[in-house]
């Protein structure tokens, strides 16, 4: 028997097109950001301290923490980047990684389709030029 010994990889979410960017002020997300999310009207914002990850999760108006994520009604139409302002999760992100300077970082996230969420690692954030 060949495969004996091998272990079941357990994978979580697959890969994404989606970016998030983290500017002096806001959030910025690429187009398939809302494609992969099937075009959400809000997000919530999600942390986790210890492994340093936010994640979005597409949610209703009426769910606690909803944020408003301006994107197209027709998937189809071209998709620009989306900037949200949510001073609470941008001021929460920054303290946790450190970050008090005003340059702007950029991740690629995981698409988590059963949770209709994307998860970004913050410690693989990379710093930006002024023209990126």
């Known amino acids: 028997m060949a495969l004996k010994g091998f272990k079941s990889i357990s994978v979580l979410g697959c890969?994404?097109?989606?970016?998030m960017t983290i500017t002096s002020?806001?959030?910025k997300f690429n187009g398939?950001?809302?494609?992969?999310?099937?075009?959400p009207k809000y997000i919530q914002f999600l942390v986790n301290?210890?492994?340093?990850?936010?994640?979005?999760l597409a949610c209703n108006a009426d769910d606690e923490n909803a944020v408003e994520f301006h994107c197209?009604?027709?998937p189809n139409e071209r998709q620009f980047a989306i900037s949200v302002a949510h001073k609470a999760a941008h001021a929460a992100i920054r303290r946790l990684m450190g970050w008090s300077d005003e340059k702007s970082r950029r991740m690629t996230g995981v698409y988590v389709p059963e949770e209709q969420a994307i998860i970004y690692s913050l410690d693989k954030a990379v710093e930006l030029g002024k023209n990126e």
Do not use: G, P
């Open 49 to 56: 301290d210890k492994t340093k990850q936010v994640a979005i």
């Open 25 to 27: 002020k806001y959030f």
């Open 72 to 74: 197209k009604d027709n």
């Open 32 to 39: 398939d950001t809302a494609r992969e999310l099937e075009m």
């Open 15 to 19: 890969s994404s097109a989606s970016t």
